[in-house]
Every structure is written in C-alpha cells, then in structure tokens.
C-alpha cells in the first residue's frame, strides 16, 4: 500500500533528515511512527504523499510511483489518502461541513444524499452534535479534532496518515477512533500513527504491526515487546 525505496528527501525543502528512508507497510497492517517533532511527522507524511521532491529513491502508493504520475493522477491517488495533521489545513472561505465532503464530492461520483449521510453519521460517532457548519475557526479546539477525525475516514481512504488526535487529553476520541482505524484496516487499509508519546497507543500494541521511530538520522525500526 505504501512502499519507500532509498526514498532520501532534500533537507532544505523537507526539513527531514537527507537520508534514504525505507518503509513497507502492507493492506492491512498499521504502524506506529514516534518521534518528539510533529512538524516532522507531517513533513514525513507529505513525502509518503507525494509532495516533497526526492534526491534519490522513490515512494509508491498502491504500487504507483508519484513522479510517474501527471497532476490529474496524482491529485485522484490523494484522494485515496485520509490524513490527521497537526498543520493548519482548514480554510475559513467555507463552513467546515464543506471542507468535510470536499474529497469525496471531488473525487467521486456518490451522490450528494449519500456523502452527506456519511459525513453526518461519522460527525455523531466522534462527538459531534450534527455536521458543523460554522467556519473552522469558531469551532472549538476539541470540535476541530473531532472534524479532523472526521475527514480523514471520509469516503473509506485505502491508505492513513494519522497524526496523532488523543495526544491532547480529549479522552472522548480514542474509542472511536480506535474503531474506525480498526475498521479501516479490516477492509484492507493500511495506517501510519506517528505519535509522540508511546503512552498513547498501548491500548492498541497487541493490533500494531511495526514500531519505528522517526529521528535525524532516519527511521529506525524498534522492537516490539
């Protein structure tokens, strides 16, 4: 599902460590990425995406090689991907409802009743009173995690990049963002959980796959106790 060959990222355009990155994550499996940088973590992210130009090596999703692909492609292979990130991705143009279908009314042909059924039933199982229709930043901090949540498991994505939601105290995520991450990889997903606190995921050990930390000089795998 996601397949890093030598894939060594410019530092001055990434910030990441220039040094060949290999990483093979299978339909199914989920990995937990540490590291102590988040800023980090959503630069990784962007390189398993195709975003971040590469000295040397190749990243592949789904068997296809981003620099392969035009920008047609390449925006439809996104659109497969569900991503938590800690940046600031939300635009306040439109009501947060908007920006939640915006993949799905993109990037398929489902009508409009059935993206909205699914957005509104995945805004109740994170927490959320109905689907918010308010611009991103009068959300409060906690109703904008649920909404990231929401929008990364939109539309059943084949690949995950979770940042990690649960860092910050708001207990009432984990449940059903455990389920929905556990869901997703019963039908054949694959999930990279960068986290920065191991405490975080233990709940979740006996179903992760792989352990790596993510650090100047690279990834480097950990064992698994």
């Not at 060959?5 to 990425?33: I, K, Q, Y």
């Not at 994170?126 to 929401?150: H, I, K, M, Q």
Request: contains cysteine.
């Amino acid at each position: 599902m996601l397949e890093l060959m030598n894939a060594t990222p410019f530092f001055e355009d990434s910030g990441l460590p220039p040094v060949a990155l290999n990483l093979r994550l299978m339909p199914g499996e989920c990995m937990v990425v540490e590291t102590r940088d988040m800023p980090r973590a959503t630069m990784f992210a962007d390189l398993c995406s195709g975003l971040i130009p590469l000295n040397n090596g190749t990243v592949k999703v789904m068997g296809l090689d981003w620099t392969s692909l035009d920008v047609k492609r390449g925006n439809a292979l996104r659109g497969r991907i569900g991503r938590i990130t800690r940046r600031a991705s939300w635009t306040n143009l439109f009501g947060a409802h908007v920006e939640l279908m915006l993949r799905e009314l993109h990037h398929t042909t489902r009508s409009i009743d059935d993206i909205t059924g699914e957005t509104l039933r995945m805004c109740e199982r994170f927490g959320l009173p109905g689907v918010p229709v308010d611009t991103p930043e009068r959300l409060s901090y906690t109703d904008l995690a649920r909404a990231n949540c929401v929008r990364a498991f939109m539309g059943k994505p084949d690949l995950l990049l979770l940042e990690d939601p649960l860092e910050y105290g708001t207990a009432d995520l984990s449940l059903p963002f455990l389920e929905c991450l556990t869901e997703a990889r019963d039908r054949g997903a694959a999930a990279l959980w960068f986290v920065r606190d191991a405490s975080v995921w233990q709940a979740y050990r006996e179903a992760v796959n792989a352990h790596w930390r993510l650090a100047d000089d690279g990834l480097i795998t950990v064992r698994m106790h």
